[in-house]
């Protein structure tokens, strides 16, 4: 039914930045209301969450991220942002998009993009 696929992933070093995207297609979905989330996977820990945004916009990030992340949407693009600066070696994982995407009641994820942060 939908379709999330991320891009902008990548290897940079200590202090950079990223962008991360995810795009969501498909047949019939109501991309403005969906709430739509980033989360992340390091090797050998569970997945966490990295941020979220409501249909609303409102905002919520963990606390390892706070200042130095930022999401966004662009609804006419059906595309969700993550903006990582300062990044750190404990941000590599990779990372996930979420949507809970109105109509549906079944949350969506990404395939995943690999985020890795030198030292």
């Known amino acids: 039914q939908v379709q999330l696929v991320e891009s902008g992933g990548g290897l940079v070093q200590a202090g950079g930045s990223l962008r991360l995207s995810c795009a969501a297609s498909?047949?019939?979905?109501?991309?403005?209301?969906?709430?739509m989330g980033w989360y992340r996977q390091a090797l050998g820990k569970q997945r966490e969450l990295v941020a979220s945004l409501t249909s609303g916009g409102r905002t919520n990030y963990a606390d390892s991220v706070k200042g130095r992340f930022t999401i966004s949407r662009d609804n006419a693009k059906n595309t969700v942002y993550l903006q990582m600066n300062i990044l750190k070696p404990e941000d590599t994982a990779v990372y996930y998009c979420n949507g809970h995407i109105s109509p549906y009641t079944t949350d969506y994820w990404g395939q995943g993009t690999q985020v890795t942060v030198s030292s």
């Open positions: 498909g047949s019939i979905f109501i991309f403005s209301d969906s709430a």
